[in-house]
């Protein structure tokens, strides 16, 4: 079965805190991504990576960056959190036949 | 631009019921996946449809991709309170492409 971790289910964090949110996938995808989920807004694309040391922006890429220093690990970081910035933060990897797997999701409060 | 549209928005029935739901586009797609989410978890994966006109079965639910590989719709028969969920469903446009995401189906199953 195909995997895909996310480092934590649930964070609250503080105005102006630098965070991490690490992805990590077992299947040896070449495809990752990270999206937002708000109610009414449906799923949006942050960021996505098709290799390592690879990105691209999304839709909405501003506030956020992304590392893909190894294959199976793909971080989205969050430079100065802000409260607009609560969400439901999902990671997605996918095979070259376009079947996307999601993580778990990480639910994150900025106070 | 919603470029895939999900219909209804928000479905509740009665347990044992049947139902079928829509997602549509002006644009072909290469596969389309549905998916099922429920709160707090991530989406995971029901179906990928690939040819034109391809029905697949999942137990009582029941996928068919249109002809022209623009729509697709979702039939569960008898539907138990374990189909809760929110129902997505997500276009590709090629094997490097980005999934394009409907804003998805709110299904609720009564006891």
């Known amino acids: 079965d195909v995997k895909v971790t996310q480092s934590s289910r649930y964070l609250v964090k503080r105005t102006g805190e630098k965070v991490f949110l690490e992805c990590v996938q077992d299947?040896?995808?070449?495809?990752m991504f990270w999206y937002r989920q708000d109610p009414g807004l449906g799923l949006r694309l942050i960021y996505f990576?098709?290799?390592?040391?690879?990105?691209e922006k999304g839709d909405i890429p501003e506030g956020y960056s992304v590392s893909r220093e190894k294959k199976e690990r793909f971080s989205l970081i969050l430079e100065s959190a802000s409260t607009n910035q609560t969400s439901m933060y999902l990671c997605?990897?996918?095979?070259?036949?376009?079947?996307?797997?999601f993580g778990p999701g990480t639910r994150l409060l900025v106070l | 631009t919603q470029l895939l549209e999900q219909s209804p928005q928000f479905l509740s029935i009665q347990e044992g019921e049947n139902l079928t739901v829509y997602c549509n586009s002006s644009?072909?797609?290469?596969?389309l996946q549905w998916y099922r989410q429920e709160p707090g978890e991530g989406p995971v994966l029901l179906v990928t449809?690939?040819?034109?006109?391809e029905v697949k079965k999942l137990k009582r639910l029941t996928f068919q991709f249109g002809d022209a590989r623009k729509d697709s719709s979702l039939h569960i028969t008898a539907a138990q309170p374990g189909d809760t969920g929110l129902y997505l469903c997500?276009?590709?446009?090629?094997?490097?492409?980005?999934?394009?995401f409907g804003k998805g189906i709110t299904l609720s199953v009564r006891p």
């Open positions: 997500a276009g590709a446009h090629g094997a490097n492409s980005k999934l394009t």
């Open positions: 449809v690939v040819t034109g006109g």
């Open positions: 299947m040896d995808h070449e495809n």
């Open positions: 997605a990897s996918r095979t070259e036949w376009e079947t996307q797997y």
């Open positions: 990576s098709y290799d390592v040391k690879m990105k």
């Open positions: 644009s072909v797609f290469s596969s």
